[in-house]
């Protein structure tokens, strides 16, 4: 039976196995209720229906995620011959072009008899596998039901069992958070050292020339890239470093005016204002910054008689900072609300302006949580990805001019990998190891910025 | 250290005793002194701070002002009137799609000028119709065989430079070598302007079609599609689990080591750069799932780990500003814990909870980088029709088109973040209308 007929099927009875459920809890109560049941009869009706869905859901998720390997594995086998000579590399290769022939998307050209019949192998498998899944899927659903269905008794604790299977899947849900992170944490870290084994760490983290570009033929001239990140780093750095000088004062007195100065119809007008740059998607400020912002800057700079690069560091690190402002002014702004209002007073009181209460008490009070605002910010400039792969340029410059090309280590990840990949590359893997890099970096400042954000606001508290 | 007296000099006026006789000085007047100055530096401050804001409206407003005014121009485009004569001789009724189309356009174009000559001019001459227009005669053939045989006066979309010249885009008194259009061109296409064959009309292609390499029948349809697929799998995976998260974290969950850790773990997943959850894309959905390159289906699943944890804090807050109230009365009257919360707690979040969802969807919907990662970058002509087909996405396209060398591809790329601006603008505005009208404040 087909995927989608057996997902309508499983639902069809699903809902009869509710009613029935249903009808059972009422059928045992016995007439007009002689017995009280220990639940209401929904309960009932929804316990039928979850040991009638779950057990075939799962076989279905456990074939769809399991069956492929196993399958290829195993038609692999009829082809000893072959595969006991080949490098891993041929066999992950020999998969593909396996998985091509029996989707019936192309047979590569390389095809030869022996794996054809390896792929006619693997659809009979399959074709027997997805009978039995199917009798096994509808087979684990009947006998849900009906184990079910035979335990109704009126003290059958219904409820509590439903709720108790509602609470494990509320826990599952909420444990994606951990997985997500070892998820990341593995996958990066596993093939940064697959890396490291072809590149020394030390090269990695001090080199001072990047050209990830592998030659083709090993004779060629500069056979192997070189991967010095340290340029990757200063680029980085550098338009890192412009976006916070950009975001920083505007952001933070822009926060400042919104909170000690403005009025209340001005706050309500231009706060959402100012909201709308965070809203906008960072390809549209790639696009304003390479097709606007860099072309007005080359002029500007050609008449002072500067020789700006089209895809300078100052242009992708000023969108940049623009993108960052209403970051900057929204954590500034919660930060600087959580002062007491008794420092202020206190400072009113002895005379001091607005502006010498708010730069002797207010800022140097919410200094830790302006610190640690600023430190999400640099997190997000470093990891923000669209502006310089749209603004910023390829070639790994060392330079400190900001009006030249640099280039950053988001960008590098991009360029490495959109394209065709090979998963045993250094060009490749390089990828994974800036990735591992940039993960770390930015789980520091993260980490940091909230625990000083924490610390500062419970100290108000 | 600083004596304490000594460090704030600028901010309170007192030292200046020491300067001036102590017995004739009232500290009243040394104050009045130095007012007029500290009320000149609040002033400054005031104005620094007012500053700061305007010029962050006005990038605000460059920005938005810069890409409509390229990209406005996008919603028309040139078309150019042809007569085409449909000859029987051309078509071979077994293989209506073969016939020679193109050959029908330069017939038609050939009647228009007779007195172009020579293999160069008449390249020329053709080079002003867009190569798409062969595709539209065949469809209106495929579509009608009747108009075999007779002669019909059809609208076709120009080529991207005649376009762009049409709105001013192109400087016809730059020297010829420096031109896209040769003098030539500007003659016929002057020609086809005085008989009114050329016009510009709303750009039709440019949302019904695919992506393609001709500026004029690019259009955003595909990667729209692919935008919808992708936002459907995330809202049905992230909505779900994210409230669940949500209401255990709240709820049910014991203060304790592990629940501590998870919640470290979500507010730290908000602020992790997208590139990052691409690269977890690429290396357990695509290499070890082995699910499909370009996939809707691994766009989805990508951006539903990106959304969920700014769903899970947006449900945190929505659920939290629920009174205790509602939870002990419901618990007084016997309800158990769970139908406390599904039946009280959670209808009263729900609006809270909606909006959080709405404002994840409109980042994702924003978002482009992890999807570079796992392949979506694709040159893909068809729209996609199911979530296991190569697509691509609305902001993708854009991050496409811009770096297209196309004078006619900018203008394009504008109206596309226009578009996708508009989307985004539709669901903030969702957001915020439901916030103003279900939520409560208690």
Same mark, same amino acid.
């Given at each position: 039976?087909?995927?989608?007929?057996?997902?309508?099927?499983?639902?069809?009875?699903?809902? !009869?196995?509710?009613?029935?459920?249903?009808?059972?809890?009422?059928?045992?109560?016995?007439?007009?209720?002689?017995?009280?049941?220990?639940?209401?009869?929904?309960?009932?009706? &929804?316990?039928?229906?979850?040991?009638?869905?779950?057990?075939?859901?799962?076989?279905?998720?456990?074939?769809?995620?399991?069956?492929?390997?196993?399958?290829?594995?195993?038609?692999?086998?009829?082809?000893?011959?072959? +595969?006991?000579?080949?490098?891993?590399?041929?066999?992950?290769?020999?998969?593909?072009?396996?998985? /091509?022939?029996?989707?019936?998307?192309?047979?590569?050209? *390389?095809?030869?008899?022996?794996?054809?019949?390896?792929?006619?192998?693997?659809?009979?498998?399959?074709?027997?596998?997805?009978?039995?899944?199917?009798?096994?899927?509808?087979?684990?659903?009947?006998?849900?039901?009906?184990?079910?269905?035979?335990?109704?008794?009126?003290?059958?604790?219904?409820? /509590?069992?439903?709720?108790?299977?509602?609470?494990?899947?509320?826990?599952?849900?909420?444990?994606?958070?951990?997985?997500?992170?070892?998820?990341?944490?593995?996958?990066?870290?596993?093939?940064?050292?697959?890396?490291?084994?072809?590149?020394?760490?030390?090269?990695?983290?001090?080199?001072?020339?990047?050209?990830?570009?592998?030659?083709?033929?090993?004779?060629?001239?500069?056979?192997?890239?070189?991967?010095?990140? &340290?340029?990757?780093?200063?680029?980085?750095v550098m338009i890192s470093a412009i976006a916070m000088l950009v975001a920083a004062p505007l952001g933070l007195m822009s926060a400042i005016y919104l909170s000690d100065y403005a009025d209340r119809k001005f706050r309500t007008a231009v706060k959402p204002l100012l909201e709308i740059l965070a809203g906008v998607?960072?390809?549209?400020?790639?696009?304003? !910054?390479?097709? +606007?912002v860099?072309?007005v800057l080359?002029?500007f700079g050609?008449s002072l008689?500067l020789?700006?690069?089209?895809?300078?560091a100052l242009?992708?690190g000023l969108v940049m900072g623009i993108m960052i402002i209403p970051f900057v002014m929204s954590i500034s702004d919660d930060v600087i609300n959580a002062v007491p209002q008794s420092l202020r007073d206190g400072s009113y009181a002895l005379g001091a302006t607005k502006s010498e209460t708010i730069k002797m008490v207010i800022v140097p009070a919410a200094l830790p949580g302006i610190v640690g605002g600023m430190l999400l910010a640099v997190s997000r400039a470093i *990891?923000?990805?669209?502006?310089?792969?749209?603004?910023?340029?390829?070639?790994? /410059?060392?330079?400190a /001019?900001p009006l030249?090309?640099?280039? +950053?280590?988001?960008?590098?990840?991009?360029?490495?990998?959109?394209?065709?990949?090979?998963?045993?590359?250094?060009?490749?893997?390089?990828?994974?190891?800036?990735?591992?890099?940039?993960?770390?970096?930015?789980?520091v400042l993260n980490i940091m910025a909230l625990y000083i954000v924490r610390k500062y606001r419970e100290q108000y508290e | 250290m600083p004596i304490p007296g000594h460090s704030r000099k600028d901010a309170l006026p007192m030292q200046d005793v020491e300067s001036s006789a102590p017995s004739s000085v009232r500290t009243i007047d040394i104050i009045n002194r130095k007012l007029n100055k500290r009320y000149r530096a609040e002033k400054r401050f005031k104005r620094l701070g007012l500053a700061a804001i305007l010029s962050s409206l006005l990038f605000l407003a460059l920005l938005f002002i810069?890409?409509?005014?390229?990209?406005?121009?996008?919603?028309?485009?040139?078309?150019?009137? =042809?007569?085409?004569?449909?000859?029987?001789?051309?078509?071979?009724?077994?293989?209506?799609?073969?016939?020679?189309?193109?050959?029908?356009?330069?017939?038609?174009?050939?009647?228009?000028?007779?007195?172009?000559?020579?293999?160069?001019?008449?390249?020329? #001459?053709?080079?002003?119709?867009?190569?798409?227009?062969?595709?539209? =005669?065949?469809?209106?053939?495929? @579509?009608?065989?009747?108009?075999?045989?007779?002669?019909?006066? $059809?609208?076709?979309?120009?080529?991207?430079?005649?376009?762009?010249?049409?709105?001013?885009?192109?400087?016809?008194?730059?020297? %010829?070598?420096?031109?896209?259009?040769?003098?030539?061109?500007?003659?016929?296409?002057?020609?086809?302007?005085?008989?009114?064959?050329?016009?510009?009309?709303?750009?039709?292609?440019?949302?019904?079609?695919?992506?393609?390499?001709?500026?004029?029948?690019?259009?955003?349809?595909?990667?729209?599609?692919? @935008?919808?697929?992708?936002?459907?799998?995330?809202?049905?995976?992230?909505?779900? $689990?994210?409230?669940?998260?949500?209401?255990?974290?709240? %709820?049910?969950?014991?203060?304790?080591?592990?629940?501590?850790?998870? %919640?470290?773990?979500?507010n730290?997943?908000?602020a992790?750069?997208?590139?990052?959850?691409?690269?977890?894309?690429?290396?357990?959905? #695509?290499?070890?799932?082995?699910?499909?390159?370009?996939?809707?289906? $691994?766009?989805?699943?990508?951006?539903?780990?990106?959304?969920?944890?700014?769903?899970?804090?947006?449900?945190?807050v929505?659920?939290q500003s629920?009174p205790?109230?509602?939870? %002990?009365?419901?618990?007084?009257?016997?309800? @158990?814990?769970?139908?406390?919360?599904?039946?009280?707690?959670?209808?009263?979040?729900?609006?809270?909870?909606?909006?959080?969802?709405?404002?994840?969807?409109?980042?994702?919907?924003?978002?482009?980088?992890?999807?570079?990662?796992?392949?979506?970058?694709?040159?893909?002509?068809?729209?996609?029709?199911?979530?296991?087909?190569?697509?691509?996405?609305?902001?993708?396209?854009?991050?496409?088109?811009?770096?297209?060398?196309?004078?006619?591809?900018?203008?394009?790329?504008?109206?596309?973040?226009?578009? #996708?601006?508009?989307?985004?603008?539709?669901?903030?505005?969702?957001?915020v209308?439901?916030r103003s009208?279900?939520e409560?404040r208690w």
């Amino acid at each position: 039976m087909h995927f989608p007929l057996l997902l309508i099927v499983i639902f069809v009875f699903s809902q !009869a196995a509710y009613w029935l459920g249903y009808r059972r809890a009422f059928s045992a109560a016995g007439e007009k209720g002689s017995v009280h049941l220990h639940s209401r009869p929904q309960y009932y009706g &929804v316990l039928t229906f979850l040991w009638c869905v779950i057990p075939p859901l799962f076989i279905l998720g456990a074939w769809s995620v399991f069956s492929e390997p196993v399958l290829t594995g195993l038609a692999l086998k009829t082809m000893p011959e072959y +595969t006991g000579r080949l490098s891993p590399d041929e066999i992950s290769l020999l998969k593909s072009d396996l998985r /091509n022939i029996v989707s019936g998307r192309f047979i590569p050209p *390389g095809a030869d008899a022996a794996l054809l019949e390896a792929a006619d192998h693997y659809k009979d498998m399959r074709g027997i596998g997805r009978q039995g899944l199917a009798a096994l899927a509808l087979a684990s659903m009947l006998a849900g039901t009906i184990i079910v269905l035979l335990r109704i008794r009126p003290g059958m604790r219904a409820r /509590n069992h439903v709720e108790k299977m509602i609470s494990i899947a509320l826990i599952t849900c909420s444990t994606i958070a951990i997985f997500t992170t070892v998820g990341i944490i593995l996958s990066v870290l596993f093939e940064s050292v697959l890396f490291f084994r072809q590149v020394p760490i030390t090269e990695f983290l001090f080199g001072l020339k990047w050209s990830p570009q592998m030659a083709i033929r090993a004779d060629q001239v500069a056979a192997s890239g070189s991967f010095g990140a &340290v340029p990757v780093f200063a680029g980085t750095v550098m338009i890192s470093a412009i976006a916070m000088l950009v975001a920083a004062p505007l952001g933070l007195m822009s926060a400042i005016y919104l909170s000690d100065y403005a009025d209340r119809k001005f706050r309500t007008a231009v706060k959402p204002l100012l909201e709308i740059l965070a809203g906008v998607p960072t390809v549209v400020y790639g696009f304003f !910054a390479a097709l +606007t912002v860099a072309p007005v800057l080359r002029q500007f700079g050609e008449s002072l008689g500067l020789s700006v690069s089209s895809e300078s560091a100052l242009a992708a690190g000023l969108v940049m900072g623009i993108m960052i402002i209403p970051f900057v002014m929204s954590i500034s702004d919660d930060v600087i609300n959580a002062v007491p209002q008794s420092l202020r007073d206190g400072s009113y009181a002895l005379g001091a302006t607005k502006s010498e209460t708010i730069k002797m008490v207010i800022v140097p009070a919410a200094l830790p949580g302006i610190v640690g605002g600023m430190l999400l910010a640099v997190s997000r400039a470093i *990891g923000e990805t669209m502006i310089v792969v749209m603004a910023a340029g390829l070639s790994a /410059n060392l330079t400190a /001019n900001p009006l030249q090309a640099v280039t +950053t280590v988001t960008v590098q990840i991009v360029t490495l990998l959109v394209g065709d990949q090979e998963f045993d590359s250094p060009k490749t893997l390089a990828a994974f190891a800036l990735g591992l890099l940039l993960f770390a970096v930015t789980l520091v400042l993260n980490i940091m910025a909230l625990y000083i954000v924490r610390k500062y606001r419970e100290q108000y508290e | 250290m600083p004596i304490p007296g000594h460090s704030r000099k600028d901010a309170l006026p007192m030292q200046d005793v020491e300067s001036s006789a102590p017995s004739s000085v009232r500290t009243i007047d040394i104050i009045n002194r130095k007012l007029n100055k500290r009320y000149r530096a609040e002033k400054r401050f005031k104005r620094l701070g007012l500053a700061a804001i305007l010029s962050s409206l006005l990038f605000l407003a460059l920005l938005f002002i810069s890409i409509a005014s390229q990209g406005y121009s996008a919603f028309v485009q040139t078309y150019i009137l =042809l007569d085409i004569h449909f000859s029987r001789d051309v078509f071979d009724v077994g293989n209506l799609a073969g016939a020679d189309y193109n050959g029908l356009v330069r017939k038609s174009l050939q009647s228009l000028f007779p007195e172009v000559r020579g293999r160069q001019e008449k390249r020329m #001459l053709n080079g002003l119709i867009s190569s798409g227009a062969s595709f539209q =005669l065949q469809k209106m053939v495929m @579509s009608d065989t009747s108009i075999i045989g007779s002669t019909r006066s $059809v609208w076709v979309p120009a080529d991207d430079d005649v376009d762009m010249l049409m709105k001013g885009r192109i400087d016809r008194s730059a020297p %010829e070598a420096e031109r896209r259009l040769k003098d030539v061109q500007l003659g016929w296409i002057d020609g086809l302007r005085g008989d009114h064959r050329l016009q510009k009309k709303f750009n039709m292609i440019f949302f019904t079609g695919g992506d393609s390499r001709e500026p004029e029948l690019a259009g955003i349809l595909g990667a729209t599609m692919g @935008s919808m697929y992708t936002l459907i799998v995330t809202l049905l995976l992230s909505f779900p $689990v994210g409230v669940a998260s949500a209401i255990y974290l709240e %709820e049910f969950a014991p203060r304790n080591k592990w629940i501590d850790l998870i %919640e470290v773990n979500i507010n730290n997943l908000a602020a992790v750069p997208s590139i990052v959850f691409g690269l977890l894309g690429l290396a357990v959905f #695509l290499n070890f799932f082995g699910l499909p390159r370009s996939a809707p289906l $691994v766009g989805g699943l990508v951006l539903t780990l990106m959304t969920l944890p700014t769903i899970i804090i947006a449900s945190r807050v929505s659920i939290q500003s629920v009174p205790p109230s509602i939870r %002990e009365a419901a618990l007084g009257v016997g309800a @158990s814990k769970m139908q406390t919360v599904f039946h009280h707690v959670m209808p009263l979040a729900l609006p809270g909870m909606l909006t959080g969802t709405i404002i994840g969807m409109a980042r994702a919907l924003g978002e482009s980088a992890p999807l570079l990662m796992i392949g979506m970058v694709a040159f893909i002509v068809d729209p996609p029709g199911g979530f296991l087909e190569p697509a691509t996405v609305l902001p993708v396209q854009i991050y496409l088109w811009a770096d297209s060398p196309e004078r006619a591809f900018v203008e394009r790329t504008s109206a596309a973040i226009i578009v #996708l601006l508009a989307f985004l603008m539709v669901m903030n505005a969702a957001a915020v209308f439901l916030r103003s009208k279900f939520e409560r404040r208690w």
